[in-house]
């Protein structure tokens, strides 16, 4: 049971990165899928979610508007549409399965500890 975040990169302030999560070992959409982000000198942070089943999506309110959550089953891959990118993004994301413990404020609890290295998005100003 794996995911690996890549995708990551270097982008002006406005710009747009797509990240992706592909699984390996379990069907993506067997978990809520949960990205995650640390800045450098911060703590890791909640981005966006998507559920199991119905395909919610959540998202903490500093990228609302901006990104978009999305799966694609057949590649068994989530993604997450980062528009509007500012500085303050720049961060390593990571993606995990994850437990909703509230959709709003988003608060997820991973499942795993695995955290892995994550994919590094830097956005200059």
């Known amino acids: 049971v794996q995911l690996q975040a890549s995708g990551g990169g270097y982008v002006q302030s406005g710009g747009s990165l797509r990240l992706s999560c592909a699984a390996s070992?379990?069907?993506?959409?067997?978990?809520?899928i949960g990205w995650f982000r640390q800045a450098p000198g911060k703590e890791r942070e909640e981005v966006s979610c998507?559920?199991?089943?119905?395909?919610?999506?959540y998202y903490t309110d500093s990228v609302k508007g901006r990104f978009t959550i999305s799966r694609d089953t057949t590649k068994n891959t989530v993604y997450l549409q980062m528009d509007s990118l500012k500085p303050e993004d720049t961060a390593i994301y990571y993606c995990?399965?994850?437990?909703?413990?509230?959709?709003?404020?988003?608060?997820?609890?991973?499942?795993?500890?695995?955290w892995g290295q994550g994919t590094l998005v830097t956005v200059s100003s």
């Open positions: 995990m399965t994850v437990i909703v413990i509230s959709p709003s404020p988003l608060t997820l609890r991973t499942i795993t500890d695995s």
């Open positions: 070992g379990f069907a993506v959409d067997a978990y809520p």
């Open positions: 998507i559920s199991q089943r119905d395909g919610n999506t």
